[in-house]
DNA sequence: CAGTATCCGACCGGATACTG
DNA sequence: CAGTATCCGGTCGGATACTG
């Protein structure tokens, strides 16, 4: 083999955009409602704190999975739905989920007991 | 939407295995190549240093993506070739892939320049 | 309500030197 | 050739307190 034909990019920019220790919690939930209130968001998703969260949803929106959307008044309301972008990895996402769950099934189980004790990120941003 | 219906551990658990700076090229490689040799990968792979990569090896046969095998002798000769596990996650990669090309093509772009500066893992073995 | 502002510790990638 | 052994620094996730 050629030295660097290794021209897949591409995988390497997806993997980024969804590293982020809650980022497909955070994808899975937004995209399975039409609109998905910040403290909604905190609430459901265990033991996540204010500042991560943000940090995460700030991310994805900059990446262009999700929209923002604040409407003015007091106290603030702001709203997240999934985008476009968002929209059409789903089906890519669920490819990845069922291939764990067909090839790595013992990990899927023993990681659904830990549980919150699950560490993980990606750097680079 | 009622709580905790977030159960897409599976999700997490492909994240996770494929995070790791170089493993998706490692696996590019090694699943173009019947057998890679270490020192073969570590020539080609620019600039990764040989704990980064043996590091990262592990983690992959670990994972069962990938098979060592060692041939006895000395000097040592150990080759690297995917499994059926990694051959079945291809098509998803692809996937994932061609998402990112036609929808961050821009933020492809821009990785393939810096091509080298990039960090990025993930945490959690 | 939806954020900021700090501070901190763990972990991972990297550099360098050494070895069976 | 194919690894080990150390040491180091940056980054990210987390905790806590404060604010428009």
């Known amino acids: 083999m050629k030295n660097n034909e290794y021209k897949h990019c591409g995988l390497n920019v997806a993997l980024t955009i969804l590293s ?9 939930y937004i995209s399975h409602t039409p609109e998905m209130r910040f403290t909604e968001l905190w609430r459901i998703i265990p033991k996540i704190t204010k500042k991560v ?6 991310q994805l929106e900059a990446d262009g999975l999700i929209l923002r959307q604040e409407k003015s008044g007091f106290p603030p309301e702001v709203s997240y739905q999934i985008s476009e972008k968002g929209h059409a990895l789903s089906p890519v996402l669920s490819a990845l989920e069922e291939w764990a769950n067909v090839h790595v099934s013992e990990k899927v189980e023993q990681f659904e007991q830990e549980s919150g004790t699950r560490r993980w990120r990606r ?3």
Chains 1, 2 share one sequence.
Do not use: A, E, S
């Not at 982020?20 to 899975?28: E, H």
């Not at 969260?53 to 700030?58: A, C, T």
């Open 20 to 28: 982020g220790k809650w980022k497909p919690m955070i994808l899975y």
């Open 123 to 125: 750097n680079g941003r």
């Open 53 to 58: 969260l943000l940090d995460q949803l700030k």
